[in-house]
């Protein structure tokens, strides 16, 4: 019935607490789903760890990093659930989320994707759960802080879900942490190998959705996602394919000819955030604000890099 896909990398402890948690939490009977983990050449002992401590799950060792996109096309090829569920090592399944969203999957045969609540170690509201395509408009809100001016006067025009809703509602994408996706509605592959991390599972819904089907966030199952737990074992490579993500999605749909206003707007809002949490750390001392003025500078200096370059 369905077929459980995690991608690893250097998690080994996260992705045993990961596994664990689905089959205490899970009351789908385990005879009814699998689990393949692909883990992407960690150097670790994930690999021996999965074999030894659940020897039932099916395991796919690569040689090298594949990357996100490719691996979860490894292990969806070898799958044979009738729906399939992407979820992220980072992650502990609470209550029966899993059955809870399976169930909806079959209820509403219209849906095509489902995403549920994400939720921080510390219970909060993770936003990056689901939302709205990228457009100038909304970008250019995003990073000039314009969405939050005009959130106190009840538009919402972010890119992402910014606060918790009490029902089901349809986006245009959702976070693969975790995706529950319907077998029949795909074409492979499954994601576009161009991606190697962010921006595969905005690309594979505005796929699914051009197709007809509807991508569905529901708030009645939630999870806990440890974001980030592997992605900063290689900081400066994620931060760049953060950036490089979105912006090929962008590209893709909207053509080159209003790439450069994208690009142009995003070096604009980094350059913006480095100006005034450089200016508000200097007038308060606060560490979080200096760490938050060299993020926002790192990543002006990868999006002026982008800039130059052209769509793979």
Known sequence: MLSIIIV?????????????????????????????????????????????????????????????????????????????????????????????????????????????????????????????????????CHYLFLSRLLALFGYDVSVYLTHDVSHDCEVDWLCGAFLMLRRAAITEPLFDPSYFMYGEDMDLCYRLKQAGGTILYTPAASIIHYQGASMSKQHGDIMLSSLKGVRTFYGKTQGPGKLWLFDALTVAGFGLRWCAFRIGAGFSGKASLAAKAASSRQYLTIALQLMKTKLE
């Open 8 to 140: 690893n990398w250097r998690v080994p402890e996260l992705l045993r607490e990961c596994l664990a948690s689905i089959y205490r939490e899970t009351k789908v009977p385990p005879a009814l789903f699998e689990i393949i983990v692909v883990d992407n050449n960690s150097g670790d002992h994930s690999v021996e760890l999965v074999r030894v401590e659940f020897p039932q799950v099916i395991c796919v060792a690569n040689v090298v990093n594949a990357g996100f996109g490719r691996a979860n096309n490894q292990a969806y090829q070898k799958s044979r659930g009738r729906f399939v569920l992407l979820l992220n090592p980072d992650t502990l399944i609470q209550g029966d989320a899993i059955g809870q969203a399976l169930a909806l999957m079959k209820q509403r045969s219209s849906v095509v994707a489902l995403g549920c609540r994400l939720l921080n170690g510390d219970g909060s509201l993770q936003r990056w759960t689901g939302g709205r395509f990228p457009s100038l408009w909304n970008v250019a």
